[in-house]
Structures are given as structure tokens and as C-alpha cells.
């Protein structure tokens, strides 16, 4: 059975998990033309009102259960914003359906899902792309470039920093799923490990060996509604490292509780002939150095990143939905192999941070 859809036709798409990031998707997935909400669904039936209302859909397309959603045949694609203990039974549902998948990360709650969704899908593939959306920022495609051009020669050495200051303890942030491993499956190891794995696979290859040190930083949080004290039981700090790609050393840290630090992911590359600084914050520049025995004193200058890199994960979406082929995107092979790293990284941890292979 074909799962595309003709060029011609608009994209019915369904959106499961109406917190609030999802408004955000919503309004991305607005700006892409041939795209039309036609359906949505959330357990919570007054989010489910008020996007209703918003999006003017009829009751009758405001699903308490994404199951029928799915199942619904005005639906060609879905956008699964849930946590990550339903993600799995959506994409099998979804793959059953033969509907389109635009998943978010982690692919699941743990590898042993990921596994069996491997087999659903290689039996039954689908246009399917995890929201890997921090490989889309222009500085990192345009990182791509320049490593693929090999300006840096060989890499040595890749550092990844990935730091919010969301959670940090003044704040006193509230008990919420991302901090019950039974939902989330993991803390920031599933949360912003996953995005900063996947950039260094999109950059410099496919890891070989990782070793980590997991931490909870804060091990109680408020409850929303009473204000008692909650046991926090994932890790709030990550820390990483391994051979990744051609013998490239990677070392990366990420958490959520770096005062300073609102939203950004920095990455440092280092080769024999130079070195590159991007982060998720400059979308117009990369800091290079390139050295040689003519030039040993070159320092670090901006280099504008070209205007080609504008595209985005739901344009991406929209393509392999049509049948089109796309480039560089994070498809669902991309999230199977991802989870498989963020396996090894709990695993690891769970003997004492030994160094594991992959």
C-alpha cells in the first residue's frame, strides 16, 4: 500500500498532546502551506476545548484518546507531542494505520520498544521523521558543510554542551512527568542528551564506545497542586563521553540547571587543520580557525553562515509525506539508532560509569 500523498492534495494532520509546546507546533505546522489541522487530542479535556475552539474543529474531532484519532481516515499524518510512555503504542497504532509520523524525541520510553517499533516498521515503513529539531539550526548545517568539505581535516576531538537554567533550584520549578522515570523513561539523558546525540551523528558519524556520569542535582520537587515535596527518581545532569565516527574523542555534558544559560547548545569541533565554534544562538555566524605551518598564528574569525540553510523538520515532513525525497533529515532510523546510544549511556551508568560499546 502507497503511503504518500498526492502533491495535489492537502495534509490532513492529526496533533496528539496539547501541552503547551504544542502550541508552538501548531503554529509551525500553520506556516507550512498544504498542511491542515483537521484533528487533535489530549486526556486533558480542557486543553482539548481551548485548542479546539482555537483551531475551530467540531467536536466530534476533539478525541479524549489518540487511539481514534488515529484510526480516523480523514487523518494522513500525525504529530505525537505526548510523554514518552505513550510513544510507542501511537507509532504502532500509526504504522498499522499506515498514517505518516512526525514523532518527537525520544523515539520511546525505552530500547526494548524502540526494538519491536524496528520490526513494525521495516515490515510496514512509513514517511516517518523524529523532531530532531536543533539539527536543523544554521550554524550546525553549516558545520556540516565545512566538515564535509573537510576545511578541518581530520577530527580529533568534538565537545557538546547543551545548557538551560529551566529547572535550576531558585526557581523552584514544579514536579512535572519529565521527572517520574515511569513517563519519561529517563531525565535529561531522553530529554537534551537525545538532541545533542543526534547532532554529533549528523556531524561526525556513528558512535563506537560511551561512558557516563548521571546525576540528580535536585532530588525533590513541588507538587503543582499541593506544594508537597515530590521525589524526583530521573537524573537532572548528564555528563558523557566516547569514540564517535573516525576515532573522534566526544565529550558532552547537558542539564537544565545552569543559571545564565537560557536555551543554547554549543559545539566545539577541533581538527588537524583548525577548529570551529557554532551554537544554537548565532544563526548567522560560526566562529573557524584554520592553521598551518605558513599561517601558526591564524586566530578565530566569523564566517556567515549561507542563507540556504532555512528549512525546517515540518518542511521536511510535508516532503516525505508527498514521496519527496529529502536531505539530511533525522528519520525514523535516526531515532532507533539514538536510543540505542541512550541505552549504552544508562547502562553505563548503571556500572559505576564503565565504558560500554555501542
Known sequence: MSTSISPTKPI?????????????HIRSLQTIS??????????????????????????????PHYEALIRDPKVDAILSLTPNDVHFDIIRIALEEHKAV????????????????????????????????????AAFQYAKQLLDEHRLGNIYNIQFRYLMDAF??????????????????????GDTASHIIDLARFLVGEFKSVAALLHTITPERPD?????????????????????G?????????????????????????????ALHASLNN????????????????????????????HTAYGDFVKLARGESVDRAPLFEDGYKNQWVLEQILQ?????????EV
Open 12 to 24: 490532513h494532520m492529526g496533533v496528539i498532546g496539547l501541552g503547551l509546546i504544542a502550541e508552538y
Open 34 to 63: 498544504g498542511v491542515s489541522i483537521v484533528a487533535i487530542s489530549d486526556v486533558n479535556p480542557n486543553r482539548l476545548q481551548l485548542l479546539g475552539k482555537q483551531l475551530q474543529l467540531p467536536v466530534s474531532k476533539q478525541y
Open 102 to 137: 512526525l514523532a518527537e524525541k525520544p523515539l520511546t520510553l525505552t530500547w526494548e520498544e524502540a526494538d519491536q517499533l524496528k520490526k513494525l516498521y521495516t515490515a510496514n515503513p512509513v514517511p516517518f521523521l523524529v523532531h530532531y529539531k536543533h539539527r536543523y539550526g
Open 168 to 189: 535550576s533550584p531558585y526557581r523552584q520549578h514544579p514536579y512535572t512527568w519529565r521527572h517520574n522515570l515511569a513517563k519519561a523513561g529517563s531525565g535529561v539523558v
Open 224 to 244: 503543582p497542586v499541593t506544594g508537597l515535596p515530590v521525589k524526583v527518581d530521573v537524573e537532572d545532569f548528564a555528563a558523557f563521553h566516547g569514540i564517535i
Open 246 to 274: 573516525d576515532n573522534t574523542a566526544g565529550t558532552f555534558i547537558t542539564h537544565k540547571n545552569a543559571i545564565g544559560k537560557r536555551h543554547d547548545i554549543e559545539v566545539d569541533i577541533y581538527g588537524e587543520l583548525g
Open 283 to 310: 544563526r548567522e555566524n560560526v566562529r573557524i580557525v584554520l592553521r598551518d605551518l605558513e599561517h601558526p598564528d591564524a586566530e578565530y574569525e566569523s564566517w556567515t553562515v549561507p542563507a540556504i540553510y532555512d
Open 348 to 356: 553505563s551508568w548503571k556500572e559505576n560509569g564503565r565504558l560500554v
